[in-house]
C-alpha cells in the first residue's frame, strides 16, 4: 500500500499536474528559449495578447525593478531587463492570477522579496539586478503549486507550521517528503526556465547546494529573509529564518551593509505596498 507521502509526492510529480499554462504563454516561453526568434518577434507575440502585455508592462514598470525611465513597450522591456528576466516576468503574470483571489498574502511577499533582492544586488554591485528580482518573484512558485493540487493539505501546511512552530519547509517535508523549493525548481524546469533562474528557486533556504549561482541565490536568500522579517505579506512561516553564514560570505555583508540595505528596502516598500492595492 502507498503511504500518504508517496501518493502526494505522485500527485506533485506529475506533469499533468501542474497548473495549466495558456497556450499564448507556453508559446512564447518556447520563443525566448529559441535562439532563431529575435527579440522583435518574441516581443511580437506578447503583443498579439493585450492583457498580458498590460501585466507585463506593469510588472515592468513596478517597483521592484526600481528602473529609471518608464518602460512603454515590450520590446523595450525585453531590451532592458533581458530575455532571461521577461520569462520569468512572463510566468509570473499567469501566477498572479493564480493567486491573488485568495493568496494574496503570498503575492505581496513575492513583490516584497523582488524588491528587496533588487535593492541588495545594486547596492552589492551583483551583475543583472532585474534577472535576480525575476528569480526572487518566482522563489516560492512551489507553495502555490502546492496550493494549487492539494488546496485542503496547503491550509493544513500553515496550520501545522502554526501549531508546531516549524518552518513550512519542515511542515511540507512531513507531509509530502519533499519542500516548495525542489517543487519550484522542478517546474522551473519543466517550464524550460533558465538555470539563472531555477537555482535560485531550489537553494533559497540551503545555500550550500548551491553550485553554479552563487551570488544569485545568496541575494534571493536574503531577500527573502529580510522581507519575512519586515512583516510585507506572508510566507506562510510563523517566525522568521536566520540569514545562513554563507550568505554573508558570498555577499561580503557586515553588520554596516546589512543595516543599510534594511533601512533602503522598508522606504521602498511603501511603494510597493501601493502598486499591491492598485493591481488588486
Not at 522579517?229 to 517566525?239: H, L, V
Request: aromatic share 6%; hydrophobic share 45%; proline share 4%.
Amino acid at each position: 500500500m502507498k503511504s500518504k507521502q508517496t501518493s502526494f509526492l505522485e500527485i506533485i510529480k506529475d506533469v499533468r499536474s501542474l497548473p495549466t499554462i495558456p497556450g499564448i504563454i507556453m508559446e512564447i516561453l518556447s520563443s525566448i528559449e529559441d535562439d532563431k526568434a529575435s527579440f522583435k518577434e518574441v516581443s511580437d507575440l506578447i503583443a498579439m495578447d493585450q492583457t498580458l502585455t498590460t501585466r507585463v508592462l506593469r510588472l515592468a514598470n513596478s517597483p521592484f525593478y526600481s528602473l529609471k525611465n518608464n518602460i512603454s513597450t515590450v520590446s523595450q522591456a525585453m531590451l532592458i531587463l533581458g530575455s532571461n528576466a521577461i520569462k520569468g516576468l512572463v510566468l509570473s503574470t499567469f501566477v498572479f492570477e493564480m493567486m491573488k483571489k485568495d493568496a494574496m498574502g503570498l503575492w505581496e511577499h513575492a513583490l516584497g522579496a523582488a524588491t528587496a533582492a533588487n535593492i541588495i544586488a545594486r547596492e552589492l554591485q551583483v551583475p543583472k539586478p532585474e534577472e535576480i528580482s525575476t528569480a526572487a518573484l518566482l522563489h516560492d512558485i512551489g507553495k502555490v503549486i502546492i496550493r494549487a493540487r492539494l488546496k485542503e493539505d496547503y491550509e493544513g501546511l500553515l496550520l501545522r507550521a502554526e501549531e508546531k512552530d516549524m518552518y513550512m519547509r519542515e511542515a511540507e517535508m512531513a507531509l509530502l517528503d519533499t519542500d516548495h523549493a525542489e517543487i519550484g525548481a522542478w517546474a522551473g524546469k519543466v517550464w524550460n526556465l533558465p538555470d539563472e533562474l531555477v537555482e535560485p528557486i531550489a537553494c533559497h533556504h540551503d545555500l550550500a547546494r548551491s553550485e553554479t549561482h552563487q551570488m544569485k541565490t545568496a541575494v534571493v536568500h536574503l531577500a527573502d529573509v529580510l522581507i519575512k522579517a519586515s512583516g510585507f505579506g506572508f510566507s506562510g512561516d510563523p517566525f522568521v529564518p536566520p540569514i545562513q553564514d554563507a550568505a554573508y560570505d558570498i555577499l561580503e555583508l557586515d553588520a554596516n551593509r546589512l543595516e543599510r540595505l534594511i533601512e533602503a528596502i522598508e522606504t521602498k516598500l511603501i511603494e510597493v505596498k501601493a502598486f499591491s492595492n492598485a493591481i488588486q
